[in-house]
């Protein structure tokens, strides 16, 4: 794959194309910037010391492999945790080279950014407290329902035919944690995220068994990794990795170790099952916006 790489890099240069070349960047520095988030769930998640992990951090692991392989020497990785309201300026402007966390691939940021094929399908749900009575989204009328800051979940659930008359106050958290919060400290009553993150919010909480994932499916969107745009190299290398890790297998391993195996730090069990929409997905990798996908 590395000759392909090296081929295509000049094959881009001598046909004058411009872009961010993110190869001669941590090639020149010796330095690759990840962008990470602190608490995405499963799929990208602090243990502290400014350590991560996760389904996607472990993905973007590959891909840096090849692109060191590529740049011909060693990289020095350094991580930058992210929030749903500065990810996409800091991929844009340089200071993070790849974002490895919870981003849902849609029209209006395939505009700004660039997304690898998709790696994961989300479907949007609500958390509540188990002892709330809350099983719906009709019940959210007269509620305080959270959301983390830059995320796209609640017009989500505006939008959708089911919240129609429903009227609920938005309360926000500065991340996916501090939503949980609002939820934990009865500030909200209903936190509506990915499903993914949801559930490792829940597994990591105090008392887990007082939270439960309820309510109809808001919505079906893909969620990828994402780089800058306009920088084929690093796509195309990118692309190929995820992808060859879907031919080999290794990518259903990875599912099955972060979402059905007991994960750290408190070795709980998320019991994710592979989803219908991402397994589409991995038959047929693509990195159609969310848009392209069939709403339920």
Not at 78 to 99: C, F, H, M, W
Not at 233 to 250: C, N, P, Q
Not at 269 to 296: F, H, I
Request: proline share 3%.
């Amino acid at each position: 794959m590395k000759l392909k790489l090296i081929a295509l890099f000049f094959v881009l240069l001598a046909s004058g194309t411009s872009f961010a070349d993110t190869l001669s960047k941590v090639k020149a520095s010796g330095v690759v910037t990840v962008g990470v988030r602190e608490s995405s769930g499963a799929l990208s998640y602090t243990l502290g010391n400014n350590e991560y992990t996760g389904y996607h951090v472990e993905i973007c692991q590959r891909i840096l492999a090849g692109l060191e392989k590529a740049a011909e020497r060693k990289l020095e990785v350094k991580y930058q945790a992210v929030t749903s309201q500065n990810r996409i300026p800091l991929v844009q402007n340089g200071t993070v080279d790849i974002e490895c966390g919870s981003t849902t691939n849609n029209a209006a940021r395939q505009k700004d950014v660039a997304f690898v094929v998709t790696t994961f399908v989300e479907e949007v749900r609500m958390a509540v407290k188990a002892n709330s009575g809350i099983t719906s989204i009709a019940q959210l009328s007269g509620k305080n329902v959270a959301t983390t800051t830059g995320s796209t979940s609640v017009q989500t659930l505006r939008k959708n035919k089911r919240a129609t008359g429903v009227e609920f106050k938005e309360v926000f958290g500065k991340d996916h944690a501090d939503s949980f919060l609002l939820l934990e400290s009865g500030r909200a009553d209903a936190f509506v995220m990915d499903g993914s993150i949801l559930a490792g919010n829940i597994a990591t909480a105090k008392n887990p068994a007082d939270f439960k994932i309820v309510g109809e499916v808001l919505s079906v969107e893909p969620i990828a990794i994402m780089i800058r745009k306009d920088d084929p190299l690093l796509k195309r290398l990118a692309d190929d990795t995820v992808k060859s890790m879907i031919k080999s297998g290794e990518m259903n391993k990875l599912w099955t170790k972060w979402f059905l195996q007991p994960i750290p730090p408190k070795n709980t069990k998320l019991g994710l099952a592979l989803s219908a929409s991402t397994r589409a997905a991995w038959d047929n990798p693509n990195d159609n916006p969310t848009e392209s996908y069939v709403q339920k």
